[in-house]
């Protein structure tokens, strides 16, 4: 009967899952016997007095019906039967006992009086019928309990007569597999071989012994019953396991927070991760039962982060409500430190004991399956995440919101978890580091993965120390070259599997991580990481075009799976990783580190003709990717490039052999870099692009990172050009002049009458003028109004996110959801239409810090050219000069496309003054056009326009005034400035 009953069982099973039938069988058996209820209430299945069941049997009909309860739960919560799943969650979640006796007819009345929610009958919460202050072992943790991860195995046969290497030969030479997978032995086929090899033996030796033959062999065939017997077993306690794993996967995968709330979902996962752990730290378990185990940690470790994740972002419009405020005065003390999340459920004491089971857990796995540490690498990754670092708010009211108890938080548990890891010493460390640089390629990606995380909070530099001191962080960097062949095999148009593109870019975010410190930056360049990377063959590989799948044209059709990216998309993912290498190391050692400006500069040579070519591009198609990549580039570019006196001596003194060619690659990057003004610096056309490309062609939220990125873009030519006119003098006799004395581009209204204007300025020998970057100045000051007010708006949408109307929470949850809006709760829709309110703020406010940024540098730059074309310039039809002998001998008008003077036939010995070609360029005509010129364009309405945009936004900054103390020197130019050869103070 048992036996039959597994089988039984299993064929409900059969029939549920399968896609024909599961539907009809699982409406009879759940609505017309009430079949799933009634017997999963007696699970786990144990032997009652007088039974004498066999385990493996019971754990086998447990199984099953398990599995089948898993589909059950799944088709109620998808179909939205919230009674019928409501009350098995009831049965296996809760932890208190009910007064209500289930009775196992049908009748409606009683099913009404069980179907109560999960949250009445959880953690002593509940009212009513449950029986106050007596607290259960949940159901499901039941059944946990009764699966034992202890297998004993009999020992080996002792053989007189026997050879055992013969007879395990013929031990493995009968196993079979069996239909459920595991491998067995045939004990009559044994048996048969025995026997027959036994009679094919003659002569005295064989005749006399051959009693205690027979009985060396009936130990041999009871032996190998007994590890049929144990397999058996193992293989029922890896049933079952799997069983209660579908179910709790389906339980937290299916089930809304409406049926599994948020508090009782952690409670519960929690609860289940802390005796797992503790049931598999055990010394008795063994390693094939304790296996399965790390897949289960990993599933119930992410959905914990999740849950974690979802309590934080509820908690953002807390950070905007008016106790908040009142709480970052001090007069409120919100919370009190000791849990973790919005629901403070999870301590900090359970955290610590759940990370320290974990990592003895890994310990213990040293020596076993990579799949298994591999699989809790993934969920130690989910761990550490948990707790987020906060960020600001930024609300532009003159402070920012930052939640202090909640950063206090973050900084105990990171803390309290790096003491927990220190505590297992260098031998976890050296785990780590192994499967790092030698092992399966998923393993590698998740150990290189683990130590980022670990990196990112450790303060002391513990994991860096170890990594430099023993030679794995020159591994990782010398690897990069290693590898630098299959790289190139990944740009093919159909290459092979893409693992070394994954490997590579997680070894890039780890060396990313580390040059985010200044320790680690300096250690990276000590190890010769820009000069490993100016060998890599692979970044000189980029595609003039994208080919997609389609193809671009005749002979370009490359079919491929779509899975596969485009040739492109894969450059950019080898390209990406190594410039926010060289923006991390340049950003945590400073501009003034002439170590890495130099060794970033030699790569920046190295690879000329890549950043040539990203300068030079004109993309046909306007895509996120495209700006992504060029904003990155001018980064590098203009941080590195823009202060040429770190190789010594200015650029206008004597020449040196070794510092012409230095020179010469920096003079061209300054054309390039000026050549961009006009083709990024103005943006009627790309807004004008970004207007007429279409929903398919262009996402919204694409449209706004482009916008963003484009930003970026501008910032850093800007900031390039400011800090050129900048790098030989601080006075505006000693500027560098860059612009041409000429503002019609600002006085054009129609932009398509400057269209040819970027062509035109690829030329070496025709700089922009500067009414590119009043023009430039104009669009960003005529914007930045309305996107200070769009921030506004949404910051007050924020802090009242339960005000919003159920149209209004759809438009910002719609780029995120699309399908079955309507059918989601009113609590998930302002969950996540407060994360994505909050990304839009935070890409407002960064929108806005950079057109600040980018209104700063421009009137720096104008007020500087003004001054120097307005009271230092001499114009070449002039024959009285303005300025003293010495000065106007020292300080004429230098050649613009050529400002370190390179195109000379010798090297200039400082007898006499080179002044190129651009002093016969600039005449008393031109310099007299631009003071009408400037006076059209910067009137006194739009120098007040600049003042009006500080007094909005110029508080939350540390410059203020700046905005107009430049405003009042180029009033002061445009009026009573001119006609004197006194510099403006």
């Known amino acids: 009967m048992p036996k039959l009953a597994e089988h039984c069982y299993q064929m409900v099973y059969q029939l549920c899952s399968n896609s024909e039938t599961s539907i009809s069988i699982m409406r009879y058996l759940g609505m017309t016997h009430n079949f799933f209820y009634r017997h999963l209430k007696h699970v786990p299945f144990v032997n009652r007095i007088g039974q004498n069941t066999n385990e493996k049997l019971l754990l086998n009909q447990q199984a099953w019906l398990l599995k ?248 953002i419009p807390e950070q905007l409500s008016t106790q908040y405020v009142h709480m970052l005065d001090g007069s409120v003390i919100h919370g009190s430190g000791t849990s973790f999340g919005g629901s403070g459920v999870i301590s900090a004491a359970v955290l610590t004991e759940i990370l320290r089971k974990f990592l003895t857990f890994l ?34 009211k003159g402070r920012n919101v930052l939640d202090s108890c909640m950063l206090s938080e973050y900084e105990k548990m990171t803390t309290a978890s790096l003491v927990v890891i220190n505590e297992f010493g260098d031998s976890f460390m050296e785990l780590v580091c192994r499967d790092a640089c ?12 683990l130590m980022d995380c670990i990196l990112s909070t450790d303060k002391q530099n513990r994991w860096l120390h170890f990594l430099n001191s023993k030679g ?72 003039e075009r994208d080919i997609t799948r389609r193809g671009d044209g005749a002979g370009d059709i490359v079919k491929s799976d779509a899975f596969i990216p485009t040739v492109l998309h894969r450059y950019r993912q080898l390209l990406f990783p190594v410039l926010k290498l060289c923006i991390a190391i340049m950003t945590s050692l400073g501009g003034q580190h002439k170590e890495a400006t130099n060794q970033i500069l030699r790569f920046v040579f190295s690879h000329s003709e890549l950043f040539t070519a990203i300068l030079r591009d004109h993309p046909s ?49 300054q054309r390039q870099i000026l050549a961009l003004v006009p083709r990024y610096c103005i943006h009627d056309h790309w807004n004008k692009r970004l207007k007429l490309a279409s929903e398919n062609e262009i996402k919204e939220e694409d449209k706004e990172k482009i916008r963003l990125s484009l930003l970026e873009v501008n910032s850093n030519i800007i900031a390039y050009c400011r800090s050129e006119v900048s790098s030989t003098g601080s006075t505006g006799q000693s500027c560098n002049v860059l612009f041409t004395p000429s503002l019609s581009e600002a006085l054009t209204r129609n932009y398509h009458q400057v269209t040819e204007i970027p062509m035109a300025s690829l030329s070496a020998t025709k700089p922009p003028s500067l009414g590119l970057i009043v023009r430039h100045l104009q669009q960003v000051a005529n914007t930045f109004l309305p996107s ?43 969950q996540v239409a407060c994360e994505q309110i909050a990304q839009m703020i935070c890409m ?22 003004l001054e120097f ?84 936004y110029g508080k939350t900054v540390s410059r203020y005034s700046f905005v107009s103390v430049l405003a009042r020197r180029i009033h002061r130019l445009l009026t009573i400035g001119i006609q004197t050869d006194i510099p403006i103070r």
């Open 68 to 315: 089948s309860v898993a589909v059950e739960i799944r088709l109620t919560s998808v179909n939205r039967q919230r009674s019928y799943t409501q009350r098995l969650l009831k049965l296996l979640l809760e932890d208190v006992p009910s007064t209500v006796v289930d009775r196992d007819d049908n009748d409606a009345e009683v099913y009404g009086e069980t179907n109560q929610s999960i949250m009445e009958t959880t953690s002593g919460q509940q009212v009513g019928p449950n029986i106050l202050g007596i607290q259960v072992r949940r159901r499901i943790l039941q059944i946990l309990d009764s699966i034992d991860l202890t297998q004993t195995y009999p020992g080996n046969v002792q053989l007189d007569l026997l050879e055992p290497s013969v007879t395990e030969q013929l031990i493995k030479a009968c196993e079979q597999q069996m239909d459920n997978g595991m491998t067995l032995c045939n004990i009559h086929a044994l048996h048969r071989e025995l026997i027959s090899r036994l009679n094919a033996q003659q002569g005295p030796a064989i005749v006399g012994n051959r009693p205690r033959i027979l009985q060396e062999i009936q130990e041999i065939l009871k032996n190998v019953v007994e590890c049929n017997q144990s397999k058996e077993m193992a293989g029922a306690k890896r049933h079952a396991l799997d069983a209660w794993r579908q179910v709790v996967e389906i339980l937290f995968a299916s089930c809304s927070q409406d049926l599994l709330p948020l508090d009782i979902r952690e409670t519960i996962l929690l609860d289940l991760i802390q005796e797992l752990l503790t049931k598999v730290t055990d010394d008795a378990t063994v390693p094939e039962l304790t296996a399965p185990v790390s897949g289960i940690l990993i599933t119930l470790m992410t959905n914990l982060l999740q849950c974690v994740v979802v309590d934080q972002s509820k908690a």
């Open 788 to 830: 200070f007010d769009s921030h506004q708006q949404l910051v007050h949408k924020l802090s009242n996110i339960s005000e919003l109307s159920a149209e209004e929470l759809k438009e910002f949850i719609k780029p995120v959801l699309t399908d079955r809006i309507e059918k989601l709760s009113t609590s998930y829709r302002q």
């Open 438 to 449: 030698d092992g399966h390629d998923v393993g590698r990606m998740l150990a290189l993965s």
């Open 869 to 952: 074309y307005f009271i230092h310039c001499q114009p070449t039809d002039l024959n009285n000069s303005l300025l003293p002998p010495l000065m106007s001998r020292t300080h004429q008008a230098r050649d613009l496309a050529d400002p370190f003077n390179l195109d000379r036939s010798g090297i200039d010995d400082g007898s006499e003054p080179l002044t190129g070609n651009q002093t016969k360029s600039i005449s008393k005509a031109d310099i007299q056009q631009l003071k009408e010129e400037a006076l059209n364009c910067l009137t006194e309405s739009v120098l007040q326009k600049f003042r009006d945009i500080e007094t909005q």
């Open 472 to 543: 794995y962080l020159r591994h990782i960097i010398e690897s990069l070259v290693q590898e630098d062949q299959s790289l190139q095999d990944m740009l093919r148009p159909t290459p092979e599997p893409l693992r070394a593109l994954y490997i590579y870019e997680s070894k890039m975010s780890l060396l990313t991580r580390i040059g985010e410190t200044t320790n680690g930056a300096e250690v990276l360049l000590q190890q010769g990481i820009m000069g490993r990377l100016s060998e890599c063959q692979f970044l000189e590989l980029r595609p």
């Open 621 to 669: 198609h306007i895509s996120v990717e495209a700006f992504q990549e060029l904003s990155l580039t001018t980064t590098v570019i203009c941080r590195t490039a823009a202060d040429v006196d770190y190789y010594g001596g200015s650029p206008y003194d004597a020449i040196g052999q070794s510092q012409l060619v230095i020179q010469g690659h920096l003079s061209r990057i």
């Open 844 to 865: 407002k406010a960064k929108e806005l810090a950079l057109k600040y940024y980018i209104l700063e540098n421009c009137l720096f730059l104008i007020w500087r050219h």
């Open 363 to 396: 310990v213990q796995s040293s020596a076993g399956q990579l799949r298994v540490r591999s699989n809790l690498y993934g969920a130690l990754m989910n761990f550490l995440q948990m707790p987020k670092k906060v960020h600001e708010i930024p609300t532009l």
